[in-house]
């Protein structure tokens, strides 16, 4: 059972690229989200999916735009990628929304840099 | 807005007992939720709590106070693999944007 798959581990834009950060789960759950993560900041919701073409923002979805085609499939689209989005980038997912203390299991995330 | 906050870092010594705060201030509460995240790697899940008191898991325990806005992880007999991020969140609905994150505190222990 691979989990929450995200790819790349790793990558360097310069200002002004675009980019696809992609996120795949193979355990069939309804809500998935992107985060990112800076230092001092904890991890911050920028998009989040409660099911197959249902999307809507977070706390800081400027920059980025998301959908939402399949149950397994959630990319996060840099559209003109900015310095200021250099961060560390988490997908999670989580099983039903309607369990109370159901968990939010991660990917293991993509570190981007942008020169 | 929502506010979470616990300590930047802490060291402790191998063998012992730490404690780690959590203070939060959110316009929802449906439940708290500890994280540990070793350097480079995906956050994984600890412990829950949405009633006050006490929920021990082995050598990690957490304690929530809903009239406070305040936990605590409670880590005893520390091991060297216990150095890493604790991340508090708390799950603000059902729905949405449901799970705002502190900081995070940073632990090392030491030999």
């Known amino acids: 059972n691979a989990g929450v798959t995200q790819t790349p581990k790793f990558q360097v834009l310069k200002t002004g690229q675009s980019m696809t950060l992609q996120c795949a789960q193979d355990?069939?759950?309804?809500?998935m989200s992107w985060y990112r993560q800076d230092p001092g900041m904890g991890l911050r919701l920028i998009h989040y999916s409660v099911g197959a073409g249902i999307t809507d923002q977070g706390e800081v979805p400027n920059g980025y735009n998301v959908s939402r085609s399949t149950t397994e499939d959630f990319p996060l689209r840099l559209l003109s990628a900015a310095p200021s989005q250099t961060s560390v980038y988490f997908c999670?997912?989580?099983?039903?929304?309607?369990?109370?203390?159901?968990?939010?299991?991660f990917g293991s995330g993509t570190q981007l840099s942008v020169l | 807005g929502q506010n979470i906050d616990q300590p930047t870092e802490m060291t402790a010594t191998e063998g012992a007992i730490v404690q780690i705060n959590c203070t939060y201030q959110t316009s929802g509460f449906n439940g708290l939720f500890w994280y540990q995240q070793h350097a480079g790697e995906a956050p994984t899940f600890l412990s829950y709590n949405v009633l006050d008191g006490l929920e021990e898991k082995g050598r990690f325990s957490s304690f929530l106070s809903r009239s406070k806005g305040y936990s605590y992880l409670l880590l005893k007999e520390l091991q060297m693999k216990d150095s890493a991020s604790y991340l508090c969140?708390?799950?603000?609905?059902?729905?949405?944007?449901?799970?705002?994150f502190g900081p995070g505190t940073r632990l090392s222990v030491l030999p």
């Open positions: 969140a708390v799950r603000l609905d059902n729905y949405g944007q449901n799970f705002v």
């Open positions: 999670a997912s989580r099983r039903d929304r309607g369990v109370v203390n159901e968990k939010l299991f």
């Open positions: 355990m069939n759950h309804e809500y």
